[in-house]
């Protein structure tokens, strides 16, 4: 077999079909029948399984304390706390919320191509020895459980220091449930719309990047501008910490993209190479445009570099080649540097830590770019037979498409519906004062 052939079984099967598959039992049972009899003793793989704890407690990572201390770094001294509360408080949330309904509402084994249905709702028919191909079902369902967590997390970064810390929870467990899980079924799914069409999307560049940057743009416009914004200084109040977060998401998301081959193999292999060369593309990118434009390279730029080139790269990590991760990193920052600095500046919206204008945006050209370098002529792992580059172009394209309309408009309706229960945003004085005093009675420095 060639390096070709391998790279394309792999990354082919272990993400598109695996991910999916395992969660209705259907890839175990493929597994079963090709390599034993029926009554054959566990498909369970020990190195496939262990790769999958590890790749699990990395994606937490990513959340606690990566993506905390990034977004933590990025507001004002006053606002520090709350934004490291809601990233917890929304953890542990979704983590309950997976258990009792979200595994089932995004795997649960229906066969609608837009949700899994009521099947394992608390976990229905899950035990210890249930297996999902070559790793242990539970061991999947929390690999995936990371993922619905991390996703609602990043949102909360476009509309930082002006938000109530109780519609922030009530807002995610209503955007999880009609958002996140059926964009994860659809995507992942065995009986999923977008994996039916053949869409390439290896670690979630629809279900978790462009789902959160169009939930995030949707909620900084409906919320509102930051009080004294464009007049007040509003820099980031530590870029130690930003980096710090920066550097930690980078660690956490070779389990992101190398975890979603679902095991130690050549897929894994794979993603994780790319998950290396296509953030030093976009941390390179990003410096020589700030240089050009502004005559310096910032800390907050390279930053910036290292999230859009994961971003880029999570549809693309087990499809494309490394130099090809390269040229996807690298465009990506470089249109994620246009949004933030050009776009954002005219149009007027305050998405406070750029969660759309990097992971909206640079979620959208690694996903419709995936379809381009997976190319076998550039590098890429290639495509399903019959397929052309043209024909996956138009498909990532689509489902690009369907998730942006789906998330936007389900968003700024739940947006609108936490409003009139419990209000979106503080007073003016509790946000003069800040957040961390106000919703939560503590300060993070004491003078």
């Not at 406070?352 to 379809?371: E, K, N, P, Y």
Request: aromatic share 10%.
């Amino acid at each position: 077999m060639t390096l070709l052939t391998t790279l394309k079984s792999a990354a082919r099967t272990a993400s598109l079909g695996a991910l999916a598959l395992a969660a209705t039992g259907t890839a175990a049972a493929l597994a079963q029948d090709a390599a034993a009899p029926a009554e054959a003793a566990s498909a369970i793989n020990s190195g496939d399984t262990a790769w999958m704890l590890v790749s699990t407690i990395l994606v937490l990572f990513m959340i606690l304390p990566g993506l905390a201390l990034f977004y933590g770094g990025l507001v004002r001294a006053k606002n520090i706390l709350s934004v490291l509360m809601q990233c917890t408080m929304i953890t542990a949330a979704v983590i309950i919320v997976w258990v009792v309904w979200g595994y089932s509402f995004a795997f649960g084994g229906g066969t609608s191509p837009y949700w899994g249905g009521f099947g394992k709702v608390f976990l229905a028919g899950v035990t210890p020895d249930s297996e999902s191909g070559s790793i242990p079902e539970l061991v999947f369902i929390a690999f995936q459980m990371t993922f619905a967590c991390i996703t609602p997390a990043l949102i909360v970064g476009g509309f930082a220091e002006r938000i109530k810390f109780g519609a922030v929870i009530l807002f995610v467990i209503l955007w999880v449930t009609f958002v996140y899980f059926p964009i994860a079924h659809m995507a992942w799914d065995a009986n999923g719309l977008f994996f039916g069409w053949g869409t390439m999307d290896f670690a979630g560049g629809t279900v978790v990047h462009i789902n959160a940057g169009i939930a995030a743009l949707v909620g900084a416009i409906i919320i509102g501008k930051r009080l004294g914004y464009g007049k007040d200084n509003m820099a980031p109040h530590s870029m130690p910490l930003t980096l710090i977060g920066a550097a930690i998401l980078w660690v956490g998301w070779f389990g992101f993209n190398a975890g979603s081959a679902l095991s130690a193999g050549s897929g894994a292999a794979l993603a994780m190479i790319n998950t290396f060369t296509a953030t030093a593309g976009a941390i390179v990118a990003w410096a020589l445009i700030e240089k050009a434009a502004r005559g310096k390279a910032s800390m907050l730029g390279a930053a910036s570099g290292i999230i859009a080139g994961l971003v880029a790269v999570t549809p693309a990590a087990g499809f494309v080649g490394p130099v090809g991760a390269i040229v996807l990193g690298a465009l990506a920052s470089a249109v994620a540097y246009y949004f933030v600095a050009v776009v954002k500046i005219k149009l007027g919206y305050d998405d406070s830590l750029d969660v759309f204008g990097i992971h909206g945006v640079a979620g959208i050209v690694g996903a419709i770019g995936t379809g381009v370098l997976a190319s076998p002529s550039l590098g890429g792992v290639g495509y399903a037979e019959g397929v052309t580059m043209g024909a996956q172009v138009w498909t990532q394209i689509v489902a690009v498409a369907v998730t942006v309309v789906w998330c936007g408009v389900v968003s700024a309706i739940l947006y609108k519906v936490v409003d009139m229960v419990v209000g979106l945003r503080p007073t003016t004085e509790a946000e003069q004062q800040g957040l961390d005093v106000t919703s939560h009675g503590e300060v993070a420095y004491h003078s």
